[in-house]
C-alpha cells in the first residue's frame, strides 16, 4: 500500500509543480488544491484542516476524491490547451486570408497600372518632339521597373511567409482532425476538403508553388450495391480508400471521401505533369485491387479527372474542370484519367 501512496503523491505533486494560469482557475490556487489532496491521501492530514497534525487513517481518508481531483484538474488543462490552439489556428488562417486578399487586390492593381502605361506608351508614340517622347516613355520605363522590384520583394516576402505558416498549419492540423474524417473509410470528409483547398488557393497566392486537384469516381458502385448488398458497397469504398493511401504518400496530400463513391485529393506543391502520372497510377492501382466482398465479383474500377489550379480562380470553378474530366473519362470506357482543359 505504502509504494502505491508514495506513488500517487509524486504523480499529485508533479501536477501541482507543473500548473500554469488558466481562465477557470490560476496556477497557485491548482497548486494549492493538488497539493491539499496529496498530503490528505498520502500523509492523512484532513482538507479542512491543512496545518493539521496527520490525524486520519487510511480507511478514513478519500482516496476516490484525490482521483477526482486529479481528473478535474487534468480536464481543465486539456479543455484550455485545445481551446488556445483553435485560437492560434484561427488567427493564423485569418492572417493568412488577409494576406491572400491584399495581394489579390494587388495583383488586380498592378493589371490596371500596366493597361494603362500601355495606353499612355500607345499615344506618346504619336507625338512628334523627340525630347519629349524620350522623356516620358523613360519615365514610364522607370515605372514599370520599380513596380516590377516591388512584386519581387513582395512575393519573396509572401514566400517565407508561406513557409513559415506551413510549418505552423502542420503542427495544429490534429486540433481538428477528429471533426474531418469521414468514418466509413477513416480518410477526411467533405469539410475537411474544402478547408484544404481554399487554403491551397490561399499558400498558391503566397508563394506561386502549383497546386493540383484529383478526382475520383468509383464506378459500377450501384451494381455491387444492388448485385452484392449495401455492406459489399461499403467493403468496395474501403478498398479504394486503401488504394488512395498507397498512392499519395505524402503528409501533404489532403485524401478525402467527399460523398457517394466519389473521392477528392488536393496536392500541394504538385504540378499537372505530376498529377497526371498519380492518375494514372490511381487508376491502375484500383484496378489491381481485387474486390474484398465476393470472390466472383467483377474487378473494381475507378474514373479520374484532374486539374492544376490557375491563378484567380475560386475552388468551385478549380474542381468543376477536374469534375468536367471526370465526367469526359467515364463516358470514354472508364477505368481511365483524364486532364483539365
Not at 497534525?53 to 478535474?72: E, K, V
Not at 484496378?287 to 479527372?305: H, K
Request: with cysteine.
Amino acid at each position: 500500500m505504502a509504494p502505491l501512496l508514495d506513488a500517487f503523491g509524486q504523480v499529485l505533486s508533479a501536477y501541482a509543480q507543473g500548473s500554469f494560469d488558466m481562465p477557470e482557475v490560476s496556477s497557485s490556487e491548482a497548486s494549492e488544491e493538488l497539493e491539499r489532496w496529496r498530503r490528505h491521501a498520502v500523509l492523512g492530514i484532513p482538507l479542512e484542516h491543512a496545518g493539521a497534525i496527520p490525524s486520519l487513517s487510511a480507511a478514513q481518508r478519500d482516496y476516490r476524491g484525490a482521483a477526482r481531483a486529479l481528473t478535474d484538474h487534468r480536464r481543465r488543462e486539456k479543455r484550455y490547451v485545445e481551446s488556445a490552439l483553435f485560437d492560434l489556428r484561427d488567427a493564423l488562417w485569418a492572417c493568412v486570408e488577409r494576406v491572400h486578399t491584399v495581394a489579390q487586390a494587388d495583383l488586380q492593381a498592378d493589371e490596371a497600372t500596366a493597361m494603362q502605361i500601355t495606353r499612355v506608351q500607345s499615344a506618346i508614340h504619336a507625338v512628334e518632339t523627340r525630347t519629349v517622347k524620350d522623356e516620358v516613355l523613360n519615365a514610364i520605363s522607370a515605372i514599370t521597373d520599380i513596380a516590377r522590384l516591388r512584386r519581387e520583394t513582395q512575393q519573396v516576402a509572401f514566400g517565407m511567409l508561406a513557409e513559415r505558416i506551413d510549418q505552423l498549419g502542420s503542427q495544429l492540423e490534429e486540433a481538428t482532425r477528429a471533426s474531418e474524417t469521414d468514418t466509413l473509410t477513416g480518410l477526411g470528409n467533405r469539410k475537411r476538403y474544402e478547408r484544404a483547398a481554399h487554403r491551397a488557393i490561399q499558400m498558391h497566392t503566397l508563394g506561386r508553388a502549383p497546386v493540383s486537384l484529383v478526382l475520383l469516381d468509383l464506378d459500377h458502385l450501384k451494381q455491387i450495391n444492388d448485385g452484392f448488398g449495401h455492406s459489399a458497397g461499403d467493403a468496395a469504398l474501403r478498398a479504394v480508400a486503401g488504394s488512395l493511401s498507397k498512392v499519395f504518400l505524402r503528409g501533404s496530400d489532403v485524401v478525402c471521401r467527399i460523398g457517394g463513391d466519389e473521392f477528392v485529393v488536393v496536392l500541394p506543391g504538385t504540378d499537372v505533369k505530376v498529377a497526371q502520372r498519380l492518375a494514372d497510377r490511381v487508376v491502375q492501382q484500383v484496378a489491381a485491387t481485387r474486390a474484398p466482398f465476393a470472390a466472383n465479383a467483377p474487378p473494381l474500377s475507378a474514373s479520374v479527372g484532374y486539374s492544376a489550379y490557375k491563378g484567380g480562380e475560386g475552388v468551385e470553378t478549380w474542381m468543376g474542370r477536374a469534375d468536367a474530366a471526370l465526367y469526359r473519362a467515364k463516358k470514354d470506357g472508364k477505368g481511365r484519367a483524364e486532364g483539365a482543359d
